[in-house]
C-alpha cells in the first residue's frame, strides 16, 4: 500500500497561515495590553470627603486642608435634614462619624447642629459641627472646585431642587465651578433638567459596573470603583470622548490601587491620601 503524504508545496503553505494567525494574534494581544491616551491632560485629583486623613471627613477644617494642597475639587456628600436643609455627610446616619446617632433624616439642622463630629481614626470628638452645604459655600466661595453627589432621599428625588438654588445663590454653574456625580439616574436626570450646562458623572457601585450602559448615557464622565477598573473598561470610555473618575472603597489597598489605575490612564481620583495621589502624578 502506498504511504499517502501530503505535498511539500501545501505543507509550506499551511505553515505560513499558521505563522500568519500566531503574528495576527500577537498584534491583537499588543492592542489590548496598550492603554489609551488619558482624556484630560493632567489627571483630576479630587479630595473625597476633603482631606479626611488628616481631619474628620466632610468638616470645614478638612476641606480648608484640602484647598491648601491645591486639590482640583473638593468632594461632597449631600444627605437632608427633616426640615429639607442640606448637610454635608456621607453615611445615613450620624453614628460613625459623630457622638450621636440615628438617621439624618430624622433630625431638623437645629438638632443635627447639637452634635459634634468624631474623628474616625482616634473617636476623639471635637468642637466642630456638621456642616451645611451653605456654610461650604460661604467658607470658599467661587475659589473652589466642587463635586457634589446627590442620592435619593428615601427614594424620592427631594434634594435636587434646593441644591440647584443654592449654587445659582453663590453663581456656581455660569462660572463653571461644579460637576454633580450620583449613582441616580433619575437624580442626573433630574439634574440637567433643572441645569443643563451642569457637566454630570454616573457612578457605578463596586461589582456593578456595566460598560455597556457606561457608554450608551450622555455624561461625560463616569464613576468606577476601583476593582472594577480595568484596561478594557477605560480604553473603551476614552475611545467614547468619556473621562474616567476612580473611587477606592478599601482603603488598607487605596494606594497600590491608586498605582495600578495611573498605569492605565484613568483622568480622576476620588482620594482619601492627597500627597500620595500628587506624587504618584507627578512620576
Given amino acids: 500500500m502506498k504511504e499517502n503524504r501530503m505535498p511539500k508545496k501545501r505543507i509550506g503553505i499551511l505553515l505560513i497561515i499558521c505563522i500568519m494567525i500566531l503574528v495576527g494574534t500577537s498584534i491583537l494581544r499588543e492592542r489590548e495590553v496598550v492603554p489609551e491616551p488619558a482624556v484630560v491632560d493632567s489627571p483630576k485629583i479630587i479630595a473625597h470627603r476633603g482631606a479626611n486623613d488628616r481631619f474628620n471627613e466632610s468638616t470645614i477644617t478638612a476641606y480648608k486642608i484640602a484647598a491648601e494642597d491645591s486639590v482640583d475639587a473638593l468632594e461632597i456628600d449631600l444627605r437632608m435634614t427633616t426640615d429639607g436643609e442640606l448637610i454635608v455627610m456621607h453615611d445615613e446616619t450620624i453614628d460613625r462619624t459623630t457622638n450621636g446617632t440615628g438617621e439624618v433624616s430624622t433630625y431638623s439642622l437645629e438638632e443635627i447642629k447639637e452634635f459634634q463630629t468624631v474623628d474616625v481614626f482616634s473617636q476623639q470628638t471635637t468642637m466642630e459641627a456638621i456642616p451645611t452645604l451653605k456654610e461650604v459655600f460661604e467658607?470658599?466661595?467661587?475659589?473652589?472646585?466642587?463635586?457634589?453627589?446627590?442620592?435619593?432621599?428615601?427614594?424620592?428625588?427631594?434634594?435636587?431642587?434646593?441644591?440647584?438654588?443654592?449654587?445659582?445663590?453663590?453663581?456656581?454653574?455660569?462660572?463653571?465651578?461644579?460637576?454633580?456625580?450620583?449613582?441616580?439616574?433619575?437624580?442626573?436626570?433630574?439634574?440637567?433638567?433643572?441645569?443643563?450646562?451642569?457637566?454630570?458623572?454616573?457612578?457605578?457601585s463596586k461589582g456593578k459596573f456595566n460598560l455597556q450602559e457606561a457608554k450608551s448615557v450622555d455624561y461625560p464622565f463616569i464613576g468606577i470603583e476601583a476593582s472594577d477598573v480595568t484596561m478594557k473598561n477605560v480604553n473603551e470610555l476614552h475611545r467614547q470622548g468619556k473621562e474616567v473618575h476612580v473611587f477606592f472603597n478599601n482603603k488598607k489597598t487605596e494606594k497600590e490601587e491608586q498605582e495600578r489605575v495611573h498605569a492605565l490612564n484613568v483622568d480622576g481620583y476620588f482620594t482619601d491620601n492627597i500627597h500620595f495621589t500628587k506624587n504618584l502624578l507627578m512620576e
Fill in 139 to 204: 467658607t470658599f466661595k467661587d475659589t473652589e472646585y466642587y463635586y457634589i453627589e446627590t442620592r435619593l432621599v428615601h427614594g424620592k428625588l427631594q434634594m435636587e431642587e434646593p441644591l440647584i438654588e443654592l449654587l445659582n445663590e453663590f453663581d456656581l454653574i455660569s462660572q463653571k465651578l461644579i460637576t454633580i456625580q450620583s449613582f441616580s439616574e433619575k437624580s442626573l436626570e433630574r439634574i440637567h433638567k433643572l441645569a443643563p450646562d451642569v457637566p454630570l458623572t454616573l457612578l457605578f
